[in-house]
Each structure stands twice: as structure tokens, then as C-alpha cells.
């Protein structure tokens, strides 16, 4: 298994601003993935980061709002720009394990309020 | 129709209680079944993957997955107060594996009473 840390593990942040979560895993890893986990509803992947690649974007999530950098295995951030009320979520970090990368590990998840 | 139904509850049943939780989902192209289960205020932890159809038993818990009706299960039994948390199904499938992430349930949120 892989210990995730995550950074902030909440924020309040006005709206207008942006905010870049932080992602850090104890050993290295090749799939990384961000979900969104609002109130009500299923964990939904944003997006998948892979070193040295660009990352993959989910329907309805674009670059602009939700630009991803993954500079080595081992650490990754999701920044959500020009927040709104409606960004106000759980953000949470995933790494990929097992041969076929479905034994997924999650972060504690950052919890974002926006006012 | 969303891929991956689940009933958010909450479930609430007597410490000791065999517990029944389950999804059903629309993708056939799904070939990995997962359950995570969440603890208010952190990130969800596996508890179980299974692949394909079939049981799968690991000490009180129970993973069941029937292909052909596109339905998964977990059984918990003796159900502790510890046992008491949201309860996530999780699956995917195709050539990628979980290379192309994760396909989320709601989570049902189970009480168990002491």
C-alpha cells in the first residue's frame, strides 16, 4: 500500500481565487488520479496525471480550471482556479497499485469551502 | 441511467447483524469490483477487490459479484459499531484496468447500533 498526504486538508477561499492542493505519496508511482467528492454524489475522477505526460481530463473538467503538474513520481498538485461556490467539495488524490492499477489508494482529501 | 447505482441510506442495524450492501451498474465492460469503505473526514480505504465474477472472503467480510445481472455485494458479519461508515462500490474494466480511474456508487452510510 501507498500513504498518501495531502495539502491543505481544508480552506475556506473567497470566490474569484484559486487554490493548488498539494499531493505527496512515500514511494514512486506511475498513475495518479484527482476525484471531486461533493456532498450527495459518487467520487467523480477529474482527471489522470502521469509523470512526463500531459494529464488526461475527464468530461466536463478542462485544463483551465483544474490545471494539474506532476513534476516526478512521487508528487503531484490540482489547482482549482477562479473558484465559485459550486467548486466547494472534497478533493481527493489517488494512486494507482497492482498489476492493473485498480487497487487504488486515496488521500485524506482536502475540503474546500468557497464563500 | 447512471453506471454505478447505489442506496445512499442510511442503513441502520443491531451490533451483531449480518449487513447486505450492494450496487448495480450498466457498463458490461466492467471486470474489476471494488469496496472502500469511508470514515467521516477521511479519504476512502479498500477493502476489498474482486475480479470477474465470483466470492471472495476476507474474515467478516464477504464480496460477491454476479456478472450476468451486472450486481455486486459485500456482507459484513458480526457487525461491529466500528463497522458504522460509508460503504463505497467501485469498479472498472476494459484493457486499462483502473488505468482509466475509478467508477464510483454514492456510498450507503451504514449505522450499526451497539
Known amino acids: 500500500s501507498a500513504v498518501i498526504s495531502q495539502k491543505p486538508s481544508r480552506d475556506i477561499c473567497q470566490r474569484g481565487t484559486s487554490l493548488t492542493i498539494q499531493c505527496q505519496v512515500d514511494s514512486q508511482v506511475t498513475m495518479m488520479f484527482w476525484y471531486r467528492q461533493q456532498p450527495g454524489q459518487s467520487l467523480t475522477l477529474i482527471a489522470t496525471?502521469?509523470?512526463?505526460?500531459?494529464?488526461?481530463?475527464e468530461s466536463g473538467f478542462v485544463i483551465d480550471k483544474f490545471p494539474i503538474s506532476r513534476p516526478n513520481l512521487t508528487f503531484s498538485t490540482l489547482t482549482v482556479s477562479n473558484m465559485s461556490p459550486e467548486d466547494s467539495s472534497i478533493y481527493l488524490c489517488s494512486v494507482g497499485a497492482g498489476f492493473t492499477y485498480t487497487e487504488a489508494f486515496f488521500g485524506q482529501g482536502t475540503r474546500l469551502t468557497v464563500v | 441511467q447512471k453506471e454505478v447505482e447505489q442506496d445512499p441510506g442510511p442503513l441502520s442495524v443491531p451490533e451483531g447483524a449480518i449487513v447486505s450492501l450492494n450496487c448495480t451498474y450498466s457498463n458490461s465492460a466492467f471486470q474489476y469490483f471494488m469496496w472502500y469503505r469511508q470514515y467521516s473526514r477521511k479519504g476512502p480505504e479498500l477493502l476489498m477487490y474482486t475480479y470477474s465474477s465470483g466470492n471472495k472472503e476476507d474474515g467478516r467480510f464477504t464480496a460477491q459479484v454476479d456478472k450476468s445481472s451486472k450486481y455486486i455485494s459485500l456482507f459484513i458479519r458480526d457487525s461491529q459499531p466500528s463497522d458504522s461508515a460509508t460503504y463505497l462500490c467501485a469498479m472498472s474494466g476494459g484493457s486499462g484496468g483502473g488505468a482509466d480511474g475509478l467508477t464510483f456508487g454514492k456510498g450507503t452510510h451504514l449505522i450499526i447500533q451497539p
Open positions: 496525471a502521469n509523470q512526463g505526460s500531459e494529464a488526461t481530463y
